[in-house]
């Protein structure tokens, strides 16, 4: 059972600094926030997305997940592919390749009909920080670690994140 929710940060967390989040102050279950940023997704210096009303999924342990509206993707470079899978906070999410991949890997997901608490992320993407250049006011995001996790790592939170070595007892 996950016994980090969020409440009380463990000892092996790192200490944010003025400016910064820890991972290990977010809730579990998680919650959906309003972002202020201007979040950017590019692939091979073409923008596929730019949006000023991306939402955050915080949760115990994860990075942000950015959630960016589908009015502010190119959809033209997408094309939807047979994988999913199902989030127990979410619901069943679809994901998307680009248009021009043959090989189909998956760079984004959404949910269409997410569960009540995360109604809000209806018709929203996220994307894969190692996969496509996704950037948060600039500043371009690192992947969370582990080839599932799609977790958008900035200088703004502090770790250690689920996905790095050693982590696979959370």
Not at 115 to 144: D, K, T
Request: aromatic share 12%; proline share 10%.
């Amino acid at each position: 059972m996950w016994e980090h929710t969020g409440e009380k940060r463990p000892a092996f967390a790192e200490e944010p600094s003025a400016g910064q989040e820890s991972v290990w102050d977010y809730p579990r279950p998680p919650i959906l926030v309003i972002s202020d940023a201007r979040v950017e997704v590019r692939h091979a210096s073409v923008p596929i997305a730019t949006s000023l009303s991306a939402l955050r999924v915080l949760e115990t342990a994860s990075p942000p997940t950015y959630y960016l509206p589908e009015n502010d993707i190119d959809w033209r470079q997408l094309v939807k592919i047979s994988q999913s899978s199902f989030c127990e906070w979410k619901g069943e999410a679809s994901y998307y390749a680009l248009a021009s991949d043959p090989q189909q890997v998956p760079i984004a997901w959404l949910y269409a009909n997410p569960s009540n608490s995360f109604a809000a992320i209806h018709r929203h993407a996220s994307f894969y920080p190692g996969r496509v250049e996704c950037r948060v006011n600039s500043e371009v995001v690192r992947p969370q670690p582990g080839k599932f996790y799609g977790g958008w790592i900035t200088d703004r939170v502090r770790g250690p994140f689920k996905g790095e070595p050693g982590t696979g007892h959370w």
